[in-house]
Nanobody
Framework: QVQLVESGGGLVQAGGSLRLSCAAS????????MGWFRQAPGKEREFVAA????????AYVDSVKGRFTVSRDNAKKTVYLQMNSLKPEDTAVYYC?????????????????????WGQGTQVTVSS
């Protein structure tokens, strides 16, 4: 079982930036596609961004394109989500997720069912 630990959440004003990190256990992190999801109060969990096992491909939900960037450092077994130009509607608990079969997919996963390990989440609050 892969363990994922998110960090970097907090309170920020609209227009500000945060960088989330997700540290993973597991000997084969470099085989995993990694994703970020979020869940706002009263809403369903939604896909935010994902990155392929190699880091060569990424995917984003339309609402964050041009503002968020997902990246990874396989040597550190860590995936990042750089969030710029934050908006109040970005307020949510952000979850990191691992797709352990990512190396064998021909696409970047963006559906929660593709991911088999999840972190506990980190709160991001954007004030207006």
């Amino acid at each position: 079982q892969v363990q994922l630990v998110e960090s970097g959440g907090g309170l920020v004003q609209a227009g500000g930036s945060l960088r989330l990190s997700c540290a993973a256990s597991g000997r084969t992190f470099s085989n995993y596609a990694m994703g970020w999801f979020r869940q706002a109060p009263g809403k369903e969990r939604e896909f935010v961004a994902a990155i392929s096992w190699s880091g060569g491909r990424t995917a984003y939900v339309d609402s964050v394109k041009g503002r968020f960037t997902v990246s990874r450092d396989n040597a550190k077994k860590t995936v990042y989500l750089q969030m710029n130009s934050l908006k109040p509607e970005d307020t949510a608990v952000y979850y990191c997720a691992a797709d352990q079969g990512g190396r064998y997919r021909s696409y970047v996963p963006s559906v929660s069912g593709n991911f088999d390990s999840w972190g506990q989440g980190t709160q991001v609050t954007v004030s207006s």
